[in-house]
């Protein structure tokens, strides 16, 4: 299910109804996550102040009573930073695909600005995903990002747009990775998901016909 480069599953097609919902105390922000490789299971989250609710279950109706997740860990470390913690733990669709456990969002704003959070789970309970370090709650389901856990991945560079040998230390990074659909959506594999006796090499076509296989040698 993760190994590959399947075809994505088309995410512009995906249902962006809530069954049901609670009454706000302040401005909700949506976010859609979705699961499996044709992401068939969807999972809303909506911020509200320092409240997240999650739809363990996938059913569509946020108002359970063990959806509503309250901030822990809340810091003001000095006058432009500040951060805070949700601890969810596990989502359990009523589709019995899952469950995803070790659920936790870290949420940080710096200098008074918007909030930029971090979502970390196990899909299956196996494979450590990240998403995030960004304002993924939008303002309207209809504008929710959507990410994809569990669905198929693909190499991309990351850090360096370009890569020369000319550079005093040239540094090539790569992560395995999903695609969403909207802004800040992408969903990366935990390095810890690669087994260390695994190691990845890149094949390299440099301009004219050399071609190079080098080692990917440290993990981060």
């Known amino acids: 299910m993760l190994a590959g480069a399947a075809c994505a599953a088309d995410l512009s097609s995906v249902d962006r109804t809530i ?12 976010c ?11 999972v809303w989250l909506v911020q509200d102040g320092d409240r997240i609710y999650v739809d363990r279950n996938a059913d569509g109706d946020l108002t359970a009573s063990n959806e509503a997740v309250d901030a822990s860990k809340v810091r003001v470390v000095n ?16 589709d019995k695909s899952g469950p995803h456990t070790d659920f936790k969002i870290s949420a940080y704003s710096e200098d ?24 993924v709650f939008k303002e309207t389901p209809q504008k929710a990002p959507i990410l994809h856990f569990g669905g198929p991945l693909s190499a991309q560079a990351v850090r360096h747009s370009n890569f020369s040998l000319k550079e005093k230390s040239p540094e090539l990074s790569f992560r395995f990775a999903t695609d969403g659909l909207g802004e800040f959506s992408t969903v990366s594999l935990g390095h810890e998901a690669v087994s260390r006796s695994i190691q990845p ?10 071609t190079e296989t080098l080692k990917l040698l440290d993990r981060c």
């Open 19 to 30: 069954r049901k919902q609670p009454v706000y105390k302040s401005t909700p922000g949506y």
């Open 79 to 94: 006058s432009s930073y500040r951060d805070k913690e949700f601890v969810i733990g596990t989502i359990a669709p009523l």
């Open 32 to 42: 859609l996550l979705v699961f499996g490789p044709e992401a068939k299971t969807r």
């Open 201 to 210: 090499v890149l094949e390299i076509k440099w301009p004219g016909s050399k």
């Open 112 to 135: 008074a600005r918007v909030w930029n959070y971090v979502l970390k789970l196990k899909v299956d309970g196996k494979i450590q995903q990240f998403a995030g370090w960004k304002p």
